[in-house]
């Protein structure tokens, strides 16, 4: 029986925490991906690849989209003292534009 759980945050609106295998092709699977899912396009305007969201003064829509997709947070049960993660899972935490200081929250909920 768990009681307890650990939530694990990225705290920011342009990173991920997810759970997946530690391959190095499976990341570069994901860099590739989102990549293209949600290229990085430092422009404002839609008809040329640029975001709407640039037109703040920002340069990281990208970021925003691939957060999105990714996720924000994670939650794993503890059992014994131990994450309960299955065989290959590891918890990652991806940044998608990397100019801000970052923090991660873990928690630890319950007994």
């Known amino acids: 029986m768990c009681d307890t759980m650990c939530l694990g945050n990225a705290m920011h609106i342009t990173a991920s925490v997810f759970i997946n295998d530690n391959e190095p092709g499976l990341h570069a699977d994901y860099d590739r991906w989102l ?3 949600a290229p990085f396009d430092a422009g ?6 640029g975001y709407l969201h640039n037109r703040t003064g920002e340069d990281n829509a990208d970021a925003h989209h691939k957060r999105q997709i990714m996720g924000r947070e994670v939650v794993v049960a503890i059992t014994d003292g ?6 290959w899972e590891h918890i990652f935490y991806y940044e998608f534009d990397g100019r801000r200081r970052k923090r991660i929250l873990v928690k630890i909920i319950g007994e």
């Open 35 to 37: 990549e293209k899912l």
């Open 82 to 87: 131990r994450l309960h993660l299955g065989p």
């Open 44 to 49: 404002d305007d839609p008809a040329t690849g």
